[in-house]
């Protein structure tokens, strides 16, 4: 089998595209900021992702109709740091649709994630699994993907006041294979 080949930087890409179509100083440096946003956010740089946010932002998270997000500076900065601490920020974000205002930016996009087994031993991932009749396997590494909306409203700095994140149901799931693991995963996750 073919190493999974997951482009880290394609949502810049995308990004960078809609930004050169806009005549907004403002909507061009907002995108600027999610850039920067995202690229911290795989690159595990905390310091430089909480550069990007508002002083108070909120995020919401629905689950079941249930806001799940974090709020407040420390409560995201918790939550990007699990993040990295489970290896769960080696992802392609490929934005199907990027709409923006001097307000807001709302992308629509599927996001693939590749991830170490431990992250599907409980909580959501979990149950994605067990839903499918699966048992996780801590050892493995498995490649998850689904759809996902999210706004993002901005300050007048034009700073990130947080995000309003929507997915469309269960992400698909499957396990993956060593030979499949790409070098750079390999690299950063497993020496």
Not at 152 to 173: H, L, N, Q, W
Request: glycine share 8%; net charge negative.
């Amino acid at each position: 089998m073919e190493a999974i080949n997951l482009d880290l930087e394609l949502f810049a890409k995308s990004a960078r595209a809609k930004a050169a179509t806009l005549e907004s100083a403002r909507q061009r440096r907002m995108i600027d900021v999610y850039i920067e946003h995202t690229a911290a956010e795989v690159g595990g740089d905390i310091d430089r992702l909480m550069a990007t946010m508002s002083p108070d932002p909120r995020f919401h998270i629905w689950s079941d109709g249930i806001d799940i997000g974090p709020k407040g500076r420390d409560g995201i900065r918790d939550m990007y740091l699990h993040m990295f601490a489970t290896q769960s920020n080696y992802f392609e974000i490929d934005i199907r649709r990027l709409v923006i205002d001097d307000h807001c930016m709302v992308k629509e996009y599927v996001q693939t994630t590749l991830l170490p087994g431990t992250n599907f031993m409980n909580g959501p991932r979990g149950e994605m699994l067990r839903a499918r009749g699966e048992t996780a396997d801590p050892a493995a590494h498995y490649l998850t993907q689904g759809r996902v909306l999210i706004l993002i409203p901005f300050d007048a700095e034009c700073r990130m006041k947080g995000e309003d994140g929507y997915t469309g149901g269960r992400s698909t799931v499957r396990k993956v294979s060593e030979e499949e693991l790409p070098e750079a995963y390999c690299a950063r996750f497993l020496t």
